[in-house]
């Protein structure tokens, strides 16, 4: 670990040990990134072609999994599935050096200028809360495992002289049988990701508050057949005016909550209302509006900043209020959340993190680290 040249700290095993009561040695990198998407693996390949000893950990639990395609990202003409930006980052990163172990952050401490961070294996994928991502989860596993990937059995822990948190977000889909593989195939969050899909389709949006009726009008955009379902009994929450904003463009606008998603093989087919007549609309796209939850655990735990919402807070070049910790991606507060922001991010979070790995004599006299 020095500030010109690469040790990748690989002395030292995350596997189990011969005796698995003994503690796991230490391992110490330049640089752990928390967060194996596109903002954790853009700062990934950034650092290890600075020749940085770079640590990604990943528990295989975010955004970038799910079944959808991005067709806004340059460069993919007929778009690329989230889950192969994941791969094909995965294996640019390893090329430069960069090692990965599987499992989850759980804990984070200071220790001294460094940091030292607890991992503990990951949990699971189950099931039918994972349906639609199974196929994404075996596949990152599996060229994991090509790419010497660790996995963290009982205590692992590693000292990190950077830290950057790339952890992303949990999104608040609907609960119902079949809903995990309707999600980025006819169950969406993003107009700038997915409207342009919409086009001249039967759209509904879910939502009863400001940001859901705005939703709707904005899709009017790609198509006309557009309804808004407050989507919870209590009706919707916002004046009159607004509904009857919806009502004088043409988006029919209904107060009940969704008693089913009708679905097939990650269609949703039609919603029917939590009404005495289950009153049945044929739909063919469904964006929900719920805000996400940001995964800031660790950030929390680090004493780092954040937002109203729970992003963390982070200025352009993606420092955090704490020396020697920055965030990249969905985590963060300044940018929409969209592949290429994570990418920027991570882009910027990496130099501003090997800006700080350098020797004093690599810094010009008085300049400051941001
Ligand atoms: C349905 C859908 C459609 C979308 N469509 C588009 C689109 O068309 N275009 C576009 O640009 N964007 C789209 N997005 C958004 C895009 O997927 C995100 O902006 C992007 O994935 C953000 O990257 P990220 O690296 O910040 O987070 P993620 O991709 O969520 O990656 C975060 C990673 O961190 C890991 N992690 C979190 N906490 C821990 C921890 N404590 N320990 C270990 N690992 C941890 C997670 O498991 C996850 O792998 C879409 C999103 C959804 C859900």
């Known amino acids: 670990m020095s500030g010109s040249s690469q ?55 975010g955004r970038s999994l799910w079944g959808q395609t991005n067709r806004n990202y340059l460069g993919f003409p007929d778009g690329i599935p989230a889950a192969e930006i994941r791969l094909a980052g995965r294996r640019q990163a390893a090329g430069y050096g960069t090692k990965f172990l599987s499992g989850r952050v759980a804990a984070a401490a200071r220790d001294g200028e460094a940091f030292r961070l607890r991992v503990e294996p990951r949990v699971a994928v189950s099931g039918s809360e994972t349906a639609g991502r199974s196929v994404n989860v075996i596949r ?5 495992r090509s790419l010497g990937e660790e996995t963290a059995v009982g205590r692992t822990e590693i000292v990190a002289r950077t830290v950057i948190l790339a952890t992303g977000v949990r999104d608040d889909f609907p609960k119902f049988p079949g809903w995990a593989e309707c999600v980025g195939r006819s169950l969406f969050w993003c107009i700038a990701c997915d409207g342009y899909e919409a ?3 039967v759209a509904a949006v879910i939502g009863h508050d400001e940001e859901a009726v705005e939703t709707a009008l904005d899709l009017l955009d790609f198509t006309a057949e557009v309804s808004i379902v407050a989507g919870r009994p209590e009706g919707f929450d916002v004046p009159d005016s607004r509904l009857a904003d919806l009502a004088n463009n043409g988006i029919r606008a209904y107060p009940q909550a969704v008693a089913e998603y009708a679905n097939v093989n990650g269609q949703i087919e039609a919603l029917a209302l939590d009404d005495p007549a289950r009153t049945r609309l044929p739909v ?32 352009s070049g993606q420092h955090t209020n704490v020396q020697g910790l920055y965030a990249a991606g969905d985590v963060t507060s300044p940018h929409d959340h969209q592949v290429s922001a994570a990418v920027h991010e991570g882009n ?21 680290e941001r």
Not at 140 to 144: F, R, T
Not at 292 to 298: G, K, V
Not at 303 to 314: K, P, R, S
């Open 7 to 61: 040790s990748d700290g690989s002395s030292v095993s995350a596997h189990p040990a011969a005796h698995p009561a003994a503690p796991e040695p230490v391992r110490e990198v330049d640089c752990a990134i928390v967060g194996g998407g596109p903002g954790g693996l853009s700062a990934a390949v950034c650092l290890a072609r600075m020749r940085r000893s770079v640590l990604v950990i990943d528990d295989r639990d």
């Open 140 to 144: 990152d596993e599996d060229l994991g």
């Open 199 to 201: 086009i001249d389709c």
């Open 284 to 315: 063919q796209k469904v964006f929900v509006y719920r805000r996400p939850t940001p995964r800031n655990e660790i950030a929390l735990e680090l004493g780092v900043a954040l937002n109203e919402f729970g992003h963390i807070v982070v200025d």
């Open 348 to 368: 910027q979070a990496a130099a501003a993190a090997n800006y700080h790995l350098y020797r004093p004599v690599q810094r010009a006299p008085g300049k400051e």
